[in-house]
């Protein structure tokens, strides 16, 4: 069974901005998406009918093949756990340690279990010592750290981030991809926008390229090296595939992206 069911979803806010023009996609179980497209394109607004806070005006969206509407949203809401690209929307309460606890408190979960998974989760991200701040007198870094906390201490079976390395420090970065590696080991369902080429080539096993609410390209990792569709879908070649795309004899190719795919060729050459 796939994870995610995307059909002929289409979203128009109230303003008359038409953000999603019909896009469909299937996600299988334990997938690693990287969701890519210009600013504008409509991945906040896709992202954010994952777990039921904008509802299909058109189409559908199945998690685990339950359908998504306002009967399931709850339901969906424990299984789907979304991590918003403002942390400012998400990081409410007034103590680190009270946010994280919100989204287990809902679930129902004895005080010992909320604990555990709270502390758990504070560590994981580095922020238990600042446990009992306030979380409006954070950083942008640090409120983004508190919002993956929270997801973690959910446990959800589909893990969603809207540009996660956005405002991270290298040391932060690190931090959220040992966590991905975690959950992905877990079999759990990973869906990450991003506009971080490299992370995007070394990390996904499956790319989905959206530009003007519509979906653009759907495929593997050698999308990223694709020239023209990385210029028409204004995105950049990752770092790798920049240097050799200088190099005539890779331009007919699809170009090498991450460093492991640039050692093994280059090995050929320094023997
Ligand atoms: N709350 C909103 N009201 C009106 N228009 C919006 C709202 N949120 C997003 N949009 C518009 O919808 C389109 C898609 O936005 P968004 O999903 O945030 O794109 P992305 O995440 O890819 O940058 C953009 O044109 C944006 O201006
Ligand atoms: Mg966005």
Do not use: C
């Not at 409006?136 to 079976?157: C, N």
């Not at 490299?198 to 759907?218: R, Y």
Request: glycine residues 8%.
């Amino acid at each position: 069974m796939n994870a995610i069911e995307i059909s002929d979803l289409k979203y128009t806010y109230a303003d008359g901005t038409m953000a999603l023009k019909g896009i469909s996609l299937d996600v299988t179980k334990g997938a690693r998406v990287v969701l890519l497209g210009p600013n504008g394109a409509g991945k906040s607004t896709l992202l954010l009918h994952l777990n039921g806070i904008n509802l299909p005006q058109q189409g559908s969206v199945r998690i685990f093949g339950r359908k998504v509407d306002k009967e399931t949203e709850n339901e969906v809401r424990r299984e789907v756990g979304l991590v918003f690209q403002d942390p400012d929307d998400q990081v409410f309460s007034t103590s680190v340690w009270d946010d994280v606890a919100f989204g287990p408190l809902n679930m129902g979960l004895s005080r010992h279990e909320i604990e555990h998974r709270v502390a758990d989760a504070l560590n994981t991200v580095g922020m238990w010592d600042l446990r009992e701040k306030a979380p409006h007198h954070l950083s942008f870094g640090q409120k983004k750290r508190v919002a993956i906390a929270g997801v973690l201490a959910m446990d959800p079976e589909i893990i969603v981030l809207d540009e996660p390395t956005a405002y991270l420090d290298p040391g932060g970065q690190q931090v959220l991809m040992e966590i991905l590696e975690d959950f992905h080991n877990r079999g759990k369902t990973l869906v990450v926008a991003t506009h971080d080429m490299d992370m995007a080539a070394e990390w996904a096993d499956s790319v989905v390229i959206i530009k003007d609410g519509t979906t653009l390209a759907q495929g593997g990792t050698e999308l990223l090296g694709d020239i023209s569709l990385i210029r028409e879908a204004n995105l950049k070649l990752p770092t790798v595939s920049q240097v050799f795309s200088h190099f005539s004899r890779f331009k007919d190719r699809s170009l090498p992206k991450t460093v492991a795919e640039a050692v093994s060729i280059l090995e050929e050459y320094i023997k």
